[in-house]
């Protein structure tokens, strides 16, 4: 099974940017990298994805490494609202891109 | 615009009453679709995930099951609940290895 591996809980000050790693080094080479963040009492919201080159959008960017053994995501200015679980999890084409989460990561943002 | 509709928000039943969850997609055909369970502080737990009508894939044994009856239509279903399916259900769909989408999820207490 392909896994992710993420810090418990992160902190950061507003405004500033935050970068949040995830290691997968079992991936495989068709495995898309997903990031999805989870506020309280509310479903999961997607964030952003890549498969080999870095991906930026309007919520954040995403940098891969050249081995696709990790990445990380990227806010660049926290702000209060981005106080979440943040997951990264792979999407595996050849077992139906099912999407396995791990516990994630707890970020804080501090005022 | 695709969407997601999970209902009920909230839900509590009796040890041993039945359960029936149901989630529709909109705007879209032969989603991929997910039932997820998430106890309290935990993690996302995979559930169950279907590809087609009639198609479903289980991840865990436990006394819940699910059906698709239809392309659009996913069910989560128990014909006894017990104390430990207590939890937050959320259903989600993907088109393919492209970003999922997540209902607002149904709160779950077995008393």
């Known amino acids: 099974d392909a896994k992710t591996t993420q810090p418990n809980s992160m902190e950061s000050n507003e405004e500033e940017p935050v970068h949040l790693p995830c290691n997968h080094s079992?991936?495989?080479?068709?495995?898309?990298i997903h990031w999805y963040r989870q506020l309280p009492s509310q479903g999961p919201e997607y964030v952003i994805h890549g498969l080999t080159s870095n991906v930026n959008n309007r919520m954040a960017s995403l940098a891969i490494a050249e081995d696709r053994k990790s990445s990380t995501l990227i806010l660049h200015r926290a702000t209060l609202r981005d106080a979440a679980v943040y997951y990264c999890i792979l999407r595996v084409p050849s077992n139906n891109n099912d999407m396995r989460f791990g516990a994630g990561t707890r970020l804080t943002v501090k005022p | 615009s695709q969407t997601i509709h999970q209902w009920p928000a909230t839900l509590v039943q009796p040890v041993g009453s039945p359960l029936s969850l149901e989630c529709t997609v909109e705007g879209t055909s032969n989603p991929n679709l997910y039932w997820y369970r998430q106890a309290a502080g935990r993690g996302l737990q995979l559930l169950f995930y279907s590809v087609g009508i009639g198609q479903i894939s289980s991840e865990v044994p436990q006394n819940l099951s699910a059906s698709r009856p239809q392309d659009r239509q996913f069910i989560l279903s128990s014909k006894k609940l017990l104390l430990s399916d207590s939890g937050f259900y959320l259903c989600a769909w993907s088109p393919t290895h492209t970003e999922a989408f997540f209902g607002q999820g149904t709160r779950l207490t077995v008393v």
């Open positions: 079992t991936i495989s080479g068709t495995d898309y």
